[in-house]
């Protein structure tokens, strides 16, 4: 079954750390980007970071750039965020998502969204 | 940045109607030399993660019923239920892909009236 299971959501105080990850199954995991985007309770979606296929390119979102860091391992199939220095801002539901792209100097389309692990961020 | 504006934030409609959700963008994410409208359409349910429906602006995913479709180009696109169904309930989202900083708009609210 194509799927993605993410992991790692909880209860955290402002200022600590926490690490998500996403086990893919069902495609070849290499061979695609991954992202993470969030949903805030009651707000729109926002696209958090990306990560190649190689590894060799990552990119952040303004509102995460220098706290969070994105990584994967290809012979885990897997997908990690690491997020540090927390903020109650960041409490939302997490979805690992595979991208996919025709050119690259642009974007990605999300074709397949994992059920999310939801991280709260509170005192 | 390119910022992406849905209108209406929500709408009611009954069963077996038309809904139209309209999708604009700040600036154009048409590229010239493949012609191609880079912004794709999802469905969210709620408890559920969200579902590509269109990309391109118009090709349906696969297994995406035939009432959804897209339209548009340049900065201005709409998706179309043609005759809406009550698992269509959902909050609609576009997203353009022209830039790197993919974003996705507010997203629209479809209810049954």
């Known amino acids: 079954e194509v799927q993605l299971v993410e992991s790692g959501g909880g209860l955290v105080q402002p200022g600590r750390s926490l690490r998500l990850s996403c086990v893919a199954s069902g495609f070849t995991f290499d061979d695609y980007a991954m992202h993470w985007v969030r949903q805030s309770p009651g707000k729109d979606l926002e696209w958090v970071s990306r990560i190649t296929w190689d590894s060799g390119s990552v990119a952040y979102a303004d509102s995460v750039r220098g706290r969070f860091t994105i990584s994967r391992d290809n012979s885990k199939n897997s997908l990690y965020l690491q997020m540090n220095s927390l903020r109650v801002e960041d409490t939302a539901l997490y979805y690992c998502?595979?991208?996919?792209?025709?050119?690259?100097?642009?974007?990605?389309?999300?074709?397949?969204w994992g059920r999310g692990t939801l991280v709260t961020v509170s005192s | 940045d390119i910022v992406m504006t849905q209108s209406p934030d929500s709408l009611a409609v009954s069963l077996g109607e038309r809904a139209t959700i309209n999708c604009k963008s700040s600036?154009?994410?048409?590229?010239?030399?493949?012609?191609?409208?880079?912004l794709a359409w999802y469905q969210h349910k709620v408890g559920q993660p969200p579902k590509l429906l269109i990309y391109w602006a118009s090709t349906r995913e696969s297994g995406v019923p035939d009432r959804f479709s897209g339209s548009g180009s340049g900065t201005d696109f709409t998706l179309t239920i043609s005759s809406l169904q009550a698992e269509d309930v959902a909050v609609y989202y576009c997203?353009?892909?022209?830039?790197?900083?993919?974003?996705f708009g507010q997203g629209t609210k479809v209810e049954i009236k």
């Open positions: 997203q353009q892909y022209y830039s790197t900083l993919q974003a």
């Open positions: 600036q154009s994410v048409l590229y010239s030399s493949d012609n191609k409208n880079y």
């Open positions: 998502v595979k991208g996919v792209r025709i050119q690259l100097w642009s974007g990605w389309y999300f074709d397949l």
